[in-house]
């Protein structure tokens, strides 16, 4: 079963600390893997993609890892602010489907506090 | 930012009404879909299209069914609102690489 699991569930973290979310999937055959912001209460927006052959993935303060081999990814956010508050989603894309079926985890609350 | 609407963004209705939520793009984009998330939970898609006359059902059962007469438009329809159909709806359409863009959503509560 197509799957993504997300850890932790939520995190707390203060103003200017750096924190790493984590992803694992079992979704094969693997097309793609997007991290994906989305704010309270709006549609999620993407932060990064990432392709089999790719292993890291910067956008400004926030650095996505791909390890295709143990199925895992990592969100790394440097120095974080306060809007950075939001729920963090990993979506997993499979290329077995003409539609190209995207799979989300659950996400990770994170919210830093002043 | 994506140019992808949704309206409403919130909708308070009683059991039993019949409602439209309504998804446009005007980016052009063939694939258009739906999902539905509740709090804390992963979207389940519950309707996509690859375009003008094109629609299929999803991963998640849904009563709501959609149409698609134009590309710009993804109309998403409940006959009959009960409060099992309370959650948020998003909207996406995707580009000719596979990445999505998502609306604003629709909060619907069903009382």
Known sequence: KNQVEQSPQSLIILEGKNCTLQCNYTVSPFSNLRWYKQDTGRGPVSLTIMTFSENTKSNGRYTATLDADTKQSSLHITASQLSDSASYICVVTDRGSTLGRLYFGRGTQLTVWP | ?111
Not at chain 2, 76 to 97: F, G, I, K, N
């Open chain 2, 1 to 111: 930012e994506a140019d992808i609407y949704q309206t409403p963004r919130y909708l308070v209705i009683g059991t039993g009404k019949k409602i439209t939520l309504e998804c446009s793009q005007t980016m052009g984009h063939d694939k258009m879909y739906w999902y539905q998330q509740d709090p804390g939970m992963e979207l389940h898609l519950i309707h996509y299209s690859y375009g003008v006359n094109s629609t299929e059902k999803g991963d998640l059962s849904s009563e709501s069914t959609v149409s698609r007469i134009r590309t710009e438009h993804f109309p998403l329809t409940l006959e009959s609102a009960r409060p099992s159909h309370t959650s948020q709806y998003l909207c996406a359409s995707s580009d000719v690489r596979g990445k999505q863009f998502f609306g604003p959503g629709t909060r619907l509560t069903v009382l």
